[in-house]
C-alpha cells in the first residue's frame, strides 16, 4: 500500500471552532486517515497529521488549505511562532511503498494547483526546492507574513507558484517534501528569552551547532515562560536525549533549569525508545521489545 504521511501547518491555534471546520475538511476526503491535531494558544498554530494514499492526500490538503484561506485572515493573526500564511507550511513525508521523489513531485502538483486555483503564492522548500537557497524554512519565512508582503515583489522573493504577491488574507504557503521531523519545545524557568535565543543559536545547525536541528527562543506571553522551540530534522542523528541533555547544560551557564518539554504532533516509536535506552542506560534494548509494537505486527 502507498502511504504519505501529510503535517501541514495552520495559523490558528485559539478559535477552536475554526480548527474543527478544517479537519472536518480533511476528514471529508475519502482515502485519508486523521491521526492527530494539535494546537497551541500562544502559538496561535495547529499542526495536523493524517495518512492516506497520495491522491487522496494531496486533495485533502488542497482542500484544507481552501478553507483556512477562507476562514483565516493574516492581517488579524498574531502568535509567536514564525509564519507567513494561513496555512502555513505543508510537507509531505514517504511512509510506505512512497519514494521521496514521489513526495517531491506531490509538492510541486500540489503547489502548482494552489498557486492557480487558490491564488495563494507558494514557496518549495526542503525537499522539493527548486532554488537550493530555499530548502531551509527558515529562509522562505525570513521576515514573516509582515515582511514578505513588501518582499515578495522582488526578484530573489518571487513565489515558485502563484502570484508575486501576497493573497489579501491567506498570505502565503510553503509546500514541501522531507524526512519525519519531530516538534520538541523546551521550557526553562526564566522570563529571559534573551537565553532562550542564545540556547536557540548554540545547538541550530546555521549557527554551527548540530546540523539535522533548527531552533528558535521564544517568549510564551501567557506564562512568562522563555522557550526553546527545536525542529529534530533527523533523530537518528541527534536523539531527543542529546537535544535534552545539550539545552539542560546550556541553561545551566545561565543558572536556569528546563522546567518542562513537549513533543508537538507525533513522534516515532524510535525515537522514544532512544531516550528511554539513554536514561534508563539500556544495554541493546530495541523497539520490537516494546510490547504493543509486537502486538501489533502480528
Do not use: W
Amino acid at each position: 500500500m502507498k502511504l504519505v504521511e501529510c503535517v501541514p501547518n495552520f495559523s490558528e491555534g485559539r478559535r477552536l471552532e475554526v480548527v474543527q471546520e478544517i479537519l472536518d475538511t480533511i476528514k471529508s476526503v475519502s482515502g485519508v486517515r486523521l491521526l492527530d491535531s494539535s494546537s497551541d494558544h500562544s502559538h496561535n498554530r495547529t499542526v495536523v497529521t493524517f495518512v492516506g494514499s497520495p491522491e487522496s492526500v494531496k486533495e485533502a490538503a488542497f482542500l484544507a488549505t481552501a478553507k483556512a484561506a477562507e476562514l483565516i485572515d493574516m492581517e488579524q493573526h498574531r502568535g509567536e511562532h514564525p509564519r507567513i500564511g494561513a496555512t502555513d507550511v505543508i510537507p509531505f513525508i514517504p511512509v510506505s511503498g512512497v519514494t521521496m521523489e514521489e513526495c517531491v513531485e506531490l509538492a510541486c502538483q500540489l503547489g502548482k494547483e494552489i498557486g492557480e486555483k487558490l491564488r495563494i503564492p507558494v514557496y518549495l522548500y526542503e525537499e522539493a526546492a527548486i532554488r537550493p537557497e530555499r530548502r531551509s524554512l527558515g529562509a522562505i519565512r525570513k521576515g514573516e507574513y509582515e515582511g514578505l508582503k513588501e518582499a515578495i515583489k522582488t526578484p530573489e522573493r518571487q513565489p515558485d507558484f502563484g502570484p508575486a504577491e501576497m493573497h489579501p488574507s491567506a498570505g502565503a504557503t510553503a509546500v514541501g517534501a522531507r524526512p519525519p521531523l519531530i516538534a520538541y519545545n523546551i521550557n526553562l524557568g526564566t522570563s529571559d528569552v534573551n537565553i532562550a535565543k542564545a540556547i536557540a543559536k548554540s545547538i541550530r545547525g546555521s549557527s554551527g551547532g548540530y546540523p539535522s536541528i533548527k531552533a528558535l527562543g521564544i517568549l510564551i506571553e501567557e506564562t512568562g515562560t522563555a522557550q526553546v522551540t527545536i525542529n529534530v530534522c533527523n533523530f537518528r542523528q541527534v536523539s531527543l536525549a542529546r537535544v535534552f541533555e545539550t539545552v539542560k547544560s546550556e541553561a545551566e551557564r545561565y543558572g536556569v533549569n528546563i522546567t518542562s518539554s513537549e513533543i508537538v504532533g507525533l513522534v516515532p516509536l524510535d525515537a522514544i525508545v532512544d531516550a528511554v535506552a539513554f536514561y534508563l542506560r539500556l544495554a541493546g534494548f530495541k523497539s520490537d521489545q516494546v510490547l504493543e509494537k509486537r502486538l501489533q505486527e502480528s
